[in-house]
């Protein structure tokens, strides 16, 4: 309504009322442009918020510093389940496919179900273009389940959990292949461009070539930083990186440092193009760093326990920060908590879209919460069950309970970063590409000095503890007894405290029997040899034709050659029902 709200309206007594509506901001504007920046694997550590010195993030911080900094913000412990529970707003144990289970591996017949709406597809529906470049790793054995497939107007990216930094290559047993692909179709000819260099540029081309008044979802899906370790080879050596003795934390560093300077230049031509003011900006990680073992980048989530794949802190409170001009009440740390299923209600409502469009999904729309700073938020949520590695856990307030946790990644790990001192960080924040761009292009001071290390401080996770962190033996295991860990308090989850709050562990215990019920079992899939990159031009691309799900069960597992039967029957029995149909 108030899209096309000028100032002459205030003249006309017709328009009194919308006037004065708008001029109170009473109404939003035009819906906000979108724009999301999933880091992938970021450690809880490795930006500057949160109180590391280690490496420069000066534009992060200043998205934070300036609009909020969700400091209890719950994501998923690995990539799938995480990336899915952000586009659907379900919890991932609802959807079968094991999709609350291990990430999709290349050649794994099976992706989101096709019946499930996700994000980009919504807000379509209230006039967004949509935009996704970077990681999909939602599926992709037939085309159907590709981004174009899914409400995506455009796609640059990779369809696996990963790929290498230069040559945009994904290996899986014995079968590699290239996975870069631009829309439906393999994309080539890139001069071997550094992954996050060659995505930040899509996102300026995007962000130049948009047609202002229509709103714009962009989300920037980084391989950033995700393992193989491979370092920008034009960066300089920033001050601090330097100082990382460790040469494989240092390559990380300068992965990170490359990702920051993505949403510096992001930003720059946001506002460069007169969509800043009207945008809406959220960083995020997918989940927390795998420091170490398996695909291990070397991040760090001091001083939060555990790594990616773990139900600790260290794997499932991901960093995050919302940036926008229309959030009410801006620059604090919030202590609200969040879970990345709120994104899609969250988002779909700052637009102005009805809720009831959503139909019953477990994220519940934390818009008015976060941008005014008062009223109730939420008070629980699952942060998983996986009933194959037999862990689970969910958060009831200042508590959660954990089980089964096998003990391999959960101890503590990665750099403090907290001794380094030069050249002064508020400085080097004020200096940046965002926080510049905000003070030119929105007209307003930035938060000043004072405000940061204030906010530097609410940022930072303090544990009152003693551990030497790499001291397993004095680890309360969870694998044994449950766990109860008063997050509030211990932070660093050291004191198992289920004998202390009996009545709360029960009651977290019958919310997880709950959710237990609701589960959709994993079935075992197998990687499906037809899908060898060997038989497509040496590209990762859809395999199998028809729209069909493929399950494959323990007793089609014995025979390998089963999965080419189904195959043969789905097409068949698929030609049946168009026929039909
Ligand atoms: C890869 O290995 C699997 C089993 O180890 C085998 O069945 C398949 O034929 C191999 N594929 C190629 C292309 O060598
Ligand atoms: C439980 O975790 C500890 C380490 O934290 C490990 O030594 C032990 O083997 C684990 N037990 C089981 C049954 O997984
Ligand atoms: C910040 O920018 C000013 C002006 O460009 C420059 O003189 C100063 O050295 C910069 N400070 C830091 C810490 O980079
Ligand atoms: C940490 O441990 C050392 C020696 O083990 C002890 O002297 C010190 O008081 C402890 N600090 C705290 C905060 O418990
Ligand atoms: C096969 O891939 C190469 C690059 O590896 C590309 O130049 C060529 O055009 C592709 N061929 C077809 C038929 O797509």
């Not at 946001?270 to 003011?277: S, V």
Request: aromatic share 12%; hydrophobic share 35%.
């Amino acid at each position: 309504m108030c899209r096309f709200f000028t100032i002459w309206m205030c003249t006309s007594l017709l328009h009194l009322i919308l006037c004065i509506v708008c001029a109170f901001g009473l109404y939003e504007t035009a819906p906000p442009h979108i724009i999301v920046f999933m880091a992938d694997d970021l450690g809880w550590n490795d930006v500057g918020f949160h109180g590391s010195n280690q490496i420069p993030t000066p534009n992060i911080d200043a998205l934070g510093y300036n609009g909020i900094i969700l400091n209890r913000h719950y994501v998923l412990p690995s990539s799938t389940p995480s990336r899915i529970a952000f586009f659907t707003g379900l919890y991932p144990i609802r959807l079968g496919m094991r999709m609350q289970g291990e990430g999709i591996r290349g050649g794994e017949p099976r992706g989101l179900p096709l019946n499930i709406k996700i994000l980009p597809e919504y807000l379509r529906g209230l006039g967004y273009t949509t935009k996704l470049i970077g990681k999909w790793h939602m599926g992709y054995h037939t085309p159907q389940y590709t981004p174009l497939h899914r409400g995506f107007d455009t796609f640059l990216g990779f369809y696996n959990s990963h790929i290498s930094y230069y040559d945009y290559r994904y290996s899986n047993k014995n079968m590699s292949g290239y996975d870069m692909h631009r829309g439906d179709d393999p994309a080539h000819g890139f001069n071997r461009e550094y992954a996050t260099d060659l995505f930040t540029d899509e996102a300026i081309r995007i962000i130049e070539n948009h047609e202002v008044p229509r709103p714009l979802y962009l989300q920037l899906s980084h391989l950033a930083v995700h393992g193989p370790l491979e370092q920008p080879i034009d960066e300089y050596n920033d001050r601090e990186t330097i100082q990382i003795r460790e040469p494989n934390r240092r390559k990380y560093a300068k992965m990170v440092s490359k990702l920051d300077k993505s949403v510096g230049a992001i930003v720059h031509a946001l506002g460069e193009k007169g969509m800043l003011r009207d945008s809406l900006i959220l960083f995020l990680t997918d989940n927390g760093a795998p420091s170490i073992g398996r695909c291990g980048n070397y991040g760090s989530n001091y001083p939060l326990r555990g790594t990616k794949y773990t139900l600790h802190e260290g794997g499932v409170r991901g960093v995050a920060a919302l940036w926008s001009s229309r959030l009410q009440k801006a620059a604090r740390v919030s202590n609200e908590l969040v879970h990345i299923t709120d994104w899609l209600p969250t988002l779909y409502s700052a637009a102005g879209g009805d809720l009831k469009d959503l139909g019953e999904i477990d994220g519940i729309d934390q818009w008015r919460v976060l941008s005014e700073g008062y009223g109730r938020g939420r008070e629980k949520l699952l942060l998983n069950i996986n009933e194959v590695s037999k862990t689970e856990g969910a958060i009831y307030s200042r508590f959660k309970l954990l089980r089964g946790e096998n003990g391999f990644y959960d101890g503590y790990y990665g750099d403090s970063g907290r001794t380094l001192e030069t050249p002064p960080y508020t400085e080097v924040v004020l200096n940046s590409t965002v926080s510049q761009s905000i003070t030119y292009h929105l007209g307003g001071p930035v938060t000043q000095p004072s405000t940061m290390l204030q906010l530097r401080r609410d940022g930072t996770v303090q544990c009152d503890t003693n551990l030497t962190y790499s001291d397993k033996r004095l680890l309360t295991s969870c694998n044994v007894t449950e766990c109860l860990f008063d997050i509030v308090n211990d932070p660093c989850e050291t004191k198992n405290v289920a004998e202390v709050y009996v009545r709360i562990a029960k009651d977290l215990d019958r919310y997880l029997e709950y959710y237990g019920h609701i589960l959709e079992r994993q079935m075992i899939t197998r990687v499906d040899w037809f899908a060898d990159p060997r038989m497509r031009n040496d590209t990762w691309e859809p395999w199998i034709n028809s729209g069909a799900v493929i399950y494959v069960s323990n007793a089609a597992d014995m025979l390998g050659n089963l999965i080419y039967y189904i195959h043969i029957s789905i097409i068949f029995v698929s030609i049946l029902l168009n026929n039909y149909i």
